[in-house]
């Protein structure tokens, strides 16, 4: 089973940036797409972002749009999440997550291998 770390944690003021990784333990061959979600406290996880296995297809959610950018190093099986103009409203416990299908989805259930999640913290 495909181990999925993620490193990244920060504190960060208000419209500032900050890049999270999911290092995966193994090389998965095959198509699978990689998302990332959060969950600030007393809300349920949501989808912020997925990339297809070729790099090629990646969905968004809208409050992130402009401001997130989801990319992937397939030679070093790696996925990032580059997040700028942060606002508070983006503190939560972010987590990478591995779908084995080759179409991104936003729900959470599909998706089969989760990291153990990294904080970010944005303070206004």
């Known amino acids: 089973q495909v181990q999925l770390v993620e490193s990244g944690v920060g504190l960060v003021q208000a419209g500032g940036s900050l890049r999270l990784s999911c290092a995966a333990s193994?090389?998965?061959?095959?198509?699978?797409?990689m998302g990332w979600f959060r969950q600030a406290p007393g809300k349920e996880r949501e989808f912020v972002a997925a990339?297809?296995?070729?790099?090629?297809?990646?969905d968004y959610a809208d409050f992130v749009k402009g401001r997130f950018t989801i990319s992937r190093d397939k030679a070093k099986n790696t996925v990032y999440l580059q997040m700028n103009s942060l606002k508070p409203e983006d503190t939560a416990v972010y987590y990478c997550?591995?779908?084995?299908?080759?179409?991104?989805?936003?729900?959470?259930?599909?998706?089969?291998?989760w990291g153990q999640g990294t904080q970010v913290t944005v303070s206004s």
């Open positions: 997550a591995r779908r084995y299908y080759s179409d991104t989805s936003l729900q959470p259930g599909e998706y089969a291998v």
């Open positions: 193994a090389r998965t061959f095959g198509n699978h797409v």
């Open positions: 990339i297809s296995w070729s790099g090629s297809n990646t």
